[in-house]
Structure formats: structure tokens, C-alpha cells
């Protein structure tokens, strides 16, 4: 989808809330084209409950890097059955994941390792899809922050419904639901990701120590949609927030 129908996207979703961005995207997309990724991390509790509140028939992917927290697999165990989720595992090729454990790619090449057990098997379920759905926030990163509700991702459709929420926002969402947190947010983990790669601390100044790598690469193809494609474009038809 070329940039300006994308910028159109983005004027008309931008008054909605993030529920109605939801809703509303099914109104664009046939449902047959939306992909929806969740880390089962910190804040990730939040879109999945967006999700089962008004789309509950979308399908979940996770990325099972075979490096992750106990905690986080018994953490998507138990919200995938309090929400009655579908949620569908995809894996690395075995054996370049047994390579990484062998060499502990991890240590000296991080993005090697990442390209290894989340880009290369995320990038083969993405060809099935036009619109990946991901619950990125603004302020979790400054890369993230430069992000739209939609932007382009390597021919895809990125949708980050939750982009331009703050940090209260967040917090009052799951205080208002009582939303299940991850359980070593408790221990002073905020952003958690593979075990080798995450520490305690806040943000994400947690991730990745001692490396200048801030994101696993899944997303740093994301482009974000220059404004100035459509300043001549008539937006006559707004969607009204509900
Ligand atoms: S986050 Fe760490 S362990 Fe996980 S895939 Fe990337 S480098 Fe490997």
C-alpha cells in the first residue's frame, strides 16, 4: 500500500481509541490478512485483553525463541486461558537454534543470534499476511516513538494501535481490568524479552547490557509515513470515535 493511503489511515484512525482502532481495521482488512504478535511481556497484557474484548476471534502469534523466562511461558499459559485465546507458536529452524545454544551467540553476536531465532521465522509467517498487528508504545523507546498507528514494514502493514498511549494510560488500563502481570515485573524486571539478553531495570535499560542494541530487529525495518504524503489529500470522510 503506497505511503499516501497509509497517511490517510493514519489521519482517520488517529481520533479513535485504541478499541475502535481495532474495530474499526476490520472495516479496511479482511480479517484473513491480519497477523497479531504478542511477546507475552510486560505490557503486553494490555493489547491481548484489547484484543479478546473486540476481536476475539484473531489469533495470536507467539515467537518461542526457546530462550525465554519460565516465568514468561507460565505467564502465556495462564492469560491464554483466562482470555481464551488461540494462540499459534512459531520456532526457529532447530537446528540453527541448537548452533546459537552451542556458540552462545547470544554473547558475541546478538544479531546474528536474533536474525537467527526471531526474524528469519517471523519473516516466514509474514508472507501469509498484509498487516501485522504489534502493541508497540511511543514511549518505550526513542525509535519507538517516531512510530504511527500505521506504518511500513518490508511490504507489510505495521498496525500499533497502542503508539500513542502514555505510561498512566497504561497503568490505569490495567488497573481498571485488574489485568495478570508478568510475574518478574514484581522483581524489577519492566521490559522482558530471551533470558540471556534481559536484566532487571527500567524501561527498557534492561535489555541487552553492554550492547548498543536496543531492539531485536523485528521491527527496525518499520518506516515510518512521512506527513507530507498526502498534505494535498481531502480527508471528507472521518471516522467519529465511538
Ligand atoms: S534476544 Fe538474545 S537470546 Fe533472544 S534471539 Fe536475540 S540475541 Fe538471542
New binding site residues.
Given amino acids: 500500500m503506497e505511503a499516501k493511503r497509509l497517511h490517510l489511515l493514519n489521519e482517520l484512525f488517529a481520533p479513535l481509541s485504541p478499541a475502535k482502532r481495532i474495530t474499526t481495521l476490520y472495516q479496511y482488512f479482511d480479517p484473513s490478512e491480519v497477523m497479531f504478535t504478542s511477546s507475552f511481556g510486560a505490557t503486553s497484557v494490555v493489547l491481548l485483553h484489547m484484543m479478546r474484548q473486540n476481536r476475539p476471534s484473531q489469533k495470536v502469534h507467539f515467537l518461542d525463541?526457546t530462550?525465554h523466562f519460565a516465568e514468561t511461558l507460565a505467564y502465556k499459559k495462564m492469560v491464554s486461558e483466562q482470555f481464551g485465546l488461540q494462540v499459534e507458536d512459531i520456532y526457529p529452524d532447530p537446528t540453527q537454534n541448537q548452533l546459537?545454544k552451542d556458540e552462545e551467540?547470544?554473547k558475541d553476536d546478538?544479531n546474528l543470534?536474533?536474525m537467527v531465532?526471531?526474524i528469519v521465522p517471523m519473516d516466514a509467517v509474514k508472507v501469509n499476511y498484509k498487516v501485522w498487528i504489534s502493541g508497540l508504545i511511543g514511549y518505550q523507546t526513542h525509535f519507538r516513538s517516531g512510530m504511527g498507528i500505521f506504518d511500513e514494514n518490508q511490504g507489510m502493514i505495521k498496525f500499533n494501535p497502542l503508539i500513542d498511549l502514555t505510561h498512566d494510560q497504561v497503568k490505569a488500563y490495567v488497573k481498571k481490568f485488574d489485568l495478570p502481570q508478568h510475574p518478574l515485573k514484581a522483581r524489577g524486571y519492566h521490559s522482558i524479552?530471551?533470558k540471556?539478553?534481559t536484566i532487571k531495570g527500567e524501561g527498557r535499560n534492561g535489555r541487552w547490557q553492554g550492547n548498543d542494541k536496543t531492539e531485536?530487529g523485528l521491527h527496525v525495518d518499520t518506516k515510518p509515513i512521512a506527513k507530507s504524503a498526502t498534505d494535498n489529500i481531502d480527508l471528507s470522510s472521518k471516522v467519529n470515535q465511538s
Fill in positions: 525463541t530462550y546459537t551467540t547470544y546478538p543470534c536474533c531465532n526471531k524479552g530471551c540471556h539478553c531485536c
